[in-house]
């Protein structure tokens, strides 16, 4: 136990500190923006955290990208907007007062607070995410350990949001009201997610989680067809061969730009011969070798050797005259 609390609490145990109260904000912003945006204006403006964590990603850690993977990343974003827009028009959230109260329709101030927090969210989202990839891979605490970090330090700002604003419905209905089977199972599966992304940040990096995660949309959406009922709609074909597309040139593209491509018969240097050239220089070598010239007139020796040699050459003399 005091190694564990060592290991966890110790340390640079600090550092997660910075990315878990990031994605606690994060989380808080994508609900608030959720219920101040219709589901299409969030859908494709929480795309952005695409570029974004690129973004973080060349000023944090100097990562190189060329021109045209800023285009495969654009291309991406562009996809997996049209994925996720609906199949049928929506109407507009109602909007919420400081008091809770439901209004009629949706002011533009209202629609402007949920585009600011949904931009803050991708801002926080690129940020968290390449900042915990650099303590990953800067450090020799495991995958394992960061995540008990990560998770014990947004612990502290998610309950105080907690006692802030639902303090009331806690202390009536209890901290676990509403909760429900499907509740528990998308929890375990939330928490799987963060697992595997966490592996996939300390082996690769949150570019290509974003790709992962872009195709995974993908998936989800066909899968919707057989299980709700989700109908194909062009902009869902569109996106999906972009988002394919994006896919195939930002792993075609190599990070180094301007470097150019080494042509096939360029694999050796050595000029070609021909068998005949080189049957003539086996014939010379065999005649070269009927000369009988002693290896030791090919080896260039200091004056200390000579004395050394010289009896063995005489020796050696010696036995080919016998």
Do not use: H
């Not at 608030?32 to 945006?37: I, K, M």
């Not at 021109?67 to 028009?89: C, E, N």
């Not at 509403?178 to 300390?202: D, H, N, R």
């Not at 070269?288 to 090919?298: F, Y």
């Amino acid at each position: 136990m005091r190694q564990l609390y060592k290991d966890i609490i110790g340390g640079d145990s600090w550092k997660m500190l910075i990315p878990a109260g990031l994605y606690t904000i994060q989380n808080n912003l994508q609900y608030v923006a959720v219920s101040l945006l219709d589901a299409a204006t969030f859908q494709v403006t929480y795309q952005l955290k695409i570029l974004t964590t690129a973004l973080c990603s060349v000023v944090l850690l100097g990562t190189t990208l060329g021109v045209m993977r800023w285009v495969s990343l654009l291309i991406l974003t562009l996809g997996i907007a049209l994925v996720q827009l609906p199949s049928a028009p929506v109407s507009p959230p109602p909007s919420i007062d400081a008091e809770g109260s439901v209004g009629e329709g949706e002011g533009s101030s209202t629609k402007l607070m949920g585009l600011v927090a949904v931009m803050t969210a991708c801002v926080l989202s690129g940020l968290a995410g390449v900042y915990f990839e650099k303590v990953l891979k800067g450090s020799r605490k495991s995958v394992w350990t960061r995540n008990v970090q990560l998770s014990l330090f947004s612990l502290p700002p998610a309950l105080f949001g907690v006692l802030v604003i639902d303090i009331k419905g806690v202390s009536t209905s209890g901290f676990f009201y509403g909760y429900t089977a499907w509740t528990v199972a998308a929890i375990a599966l939330q928490a799987l997610g963060g697992l595997l992304v966490a592996v996939v940040v300390k082996y690769a990096d949150n570019i290509l989680k974003g790709f992962a995660t872009s195709i995974s949309i993908v998936i989800s959406c066909l899968v919707s067809v057989w299980l709700i009922g989700f109908r194909i709609t062009k902009p869902f074909v569109l996106g999906t061969a972009l988002v394919i597309f994006a896919t195939f040139m930002y792993g075609k593209y190599s990070t180094t730009t301007g470097a150019k491509p080494v042509p096939a018969n360029a694999s050796s240097t050595l000029p070609t011969r021909s068998t005949d050239e080189y049957a003539a220089d086996s014939d010379a070598d065999t005649a070269n070798n009927s000369e009988g010239i002693p290896l030791n007139d090919l080896v260039i020796k200091d004056g200390s050797d000579e004395d050394e040699s010289e009896g063995v050459t005489s020796a050696r003399t010696a036995n080919k005259q016998d």
